[in-house]
Every structure is written in structure tokens, then in C-alpha cells.
């Protein structure tokens, strides 16, 4: 079993819907998770970080963790051409210093 | 400004050839790593560091060596490279809390032919 893994994509979205990312992970006890975007060619780019349960806003996106589910996810509103892009979700496993990434979902935005 | 610069941003070599990839931050970090991007498999870790003179590896370090005389330098050696080496790899740095994020640097993309 992966230590992380994401749906598979491509996920293609119309302008101004709301696009779902959907990450698990397999260490219960890992405390700290983090969604990256990455354009094509460029370097990863944090979005958003969460530690505790529940939902955390930061202007279109939300991310929401579920420790007991084992389940994190990000959501984007209002999507905009400039959203279409790889995200990574990574989580920081438990007694460990290294950060586990997803395959990444590749999400498309259509004009 | 806060930055994680890598150098080359792009290199073709040969296999055999030695090469030194450099990664440089400035904002002081005591962990530093480096990882690998391939297509399908995502950002691999190759080795990381804990702090000066404090190194350990990753999932893939076959074939890489690394080392942190300083702590804002972390080179990735390719001591002897071969063609599975061809990748794209990413150098991160973060403070040493764990809840801290990861900074990336922009990449260099390796041709080893």
C-alpha cells in the first residue's frame, strides 16, 4: 500500500465550478498535511497546510482532514483557467522527518 | 527574498561523468532534502538532512551522495551517473518544526545520455 495516494486524474472542471481533490493516506498517526500546486516545468508551491480535524478556508480553497478516516482532501471554488495545474498532496509521516507526496491529480479548468 | 536557488537549472551529460547538482537557501533552515520527479511516480525522496553534518537517505538514494557542510548548502553528487538518473529534481528546505511546509527550489532537469 502507498503512504499516500490520490485520485487518479485528469479532472476536468468548467470555469466557475468547484473542483474536488481527494488524498488518503496509510500512517494514522501522521499530524501534518500540506496540498502543493504545480505548474508544468515549475517547482512545487505550498497552498495550504492543516493539522487538526475539520475544514480550513483560504480564499477559494478548502482543505478538510479526517484523521480517523485517514482522508484529506482540497476543494477550489469558483475555479479559473489559472487553477488548471498538478496538485500534490503530502503528508509528514509519524516518528519520521520525511514528507511522503502523492502522484499528484492533474486538474484541467475549461474556459 | 526568501529563496531555495539550484544549480544548473538544466544539464545534458553523459553517463559516467561525474556531476554536482548545488542547492543553496537563505532563510536559515535546519532541514534540507532532495527528491526526484519522474512521470507517474511523483516527487521521490533521494536524502535528506536533519542539520550540519547530519545526513540520511531517502526512498532512492542508489546511486547519489550528499553532504551538509554547511547549513545553508546541500550538493547532490552523481558520482557516476547512468540514464535511469535522467529526472527532474526538486531541492526543498523548512525550518526545523514539523509542522513546518517545505520550500522548493525551481528545479533542474537532468539528461544523462
Known amino acids: 500500500q502507498k503512504e499516500v495516494e490520490q485520485n487518479s486524474g485528469p479532472l476536468s472542471v468548467p470555469e466557475g465550478a468547484i473542483a474536488s481533490l481527494n488524498c488518503t493516506y496509510s500512517?494514522?498517526?501522521?499530524?501534518?498535511f500540506f496540498w502543493y500546486r504545480q505548474y508544468s516545468g515549475k517547482s512545487p508551491e505550498l497552498i495550504m497546510s492543516?493539522?487538526?480535524?475539520g475544514d480550513k478556508e483560504d480564499g477559494r480553497f478548502t482543505a478538510q482532514l479526517n484523521k480517523a478516516s485517514q482522508y484529506v482532501s482540497l476543494l477550489i471554488r469558483d475555479s479559473q483557467p489559472s487553477d488548471s495545474a498538478t496538485y500534490l498532496c503530502?503528508?509528514?509521516?509519524?516518528?519520521?522527518?520525511?514528507?511522503?507526496f502523492g502522484a499528484g491529480t492533474t486538474v484541467t479548468v475549461r474556459a | 527574498e526568501a529563496q531555495v536557488t539550484q544549480n544548473p537549472r538544466y544539464l545534458i551529460t553523459v553517463t559516467g561523468k561525474k556531476l554536482t547538482v548545488t542547492c543553496s537557501q537563505n532563510?536559515?533552515?535546519?532541514?534540507m532534502s532532495w527528491y526526484r520527479q519522474d512521470p507517474g511516480l511523483g516527487l521521490r525522496q533521494i536524502y535528506y538532512?536533519?542539520?550540519?553534518?547530519?545526513?540520511d537517505k531517502g526512498d532512492v538514494p542508489e546511486g547519489y551522495k550528499v553532504s551538509r557542510k554547511e547549513k545553508r548548502n546541500f550538493p547532490l553528487i552523481l558520482e557516476s551517473p547512468s540514464p535511469n538518473q535522467t529526472s527532474l529534481y526538486f531541492c526543498?528546505?523548512?525550518?526545523?518544526?514539523?509542522?513546518?511546509?517545505?520550500?522548493f527550489g525551481d528545479g533542474t532537469r537532468l539528461s544523462i545520455l
Open positions: 526543498a528546505s523548512r525550518d526545523g518544526q514539523d509542522n513546518q511546509p517545505q520550500h
Open positions: 500512517d494514522r498517526g501522521s499530524q501534518s
Open positions: 503530502a503528508v509528514r509521516l509519524s516518528n519520521d522527518y520525511k514528507l511522503s
Open positions: 492543516i493539522y487538526s480535524n
Open positions: 538532512s536533519m542539520n550540519v553534518e547530519v545526513t
Open positions: 532563510m536559515n533552515h535546519e532541514y
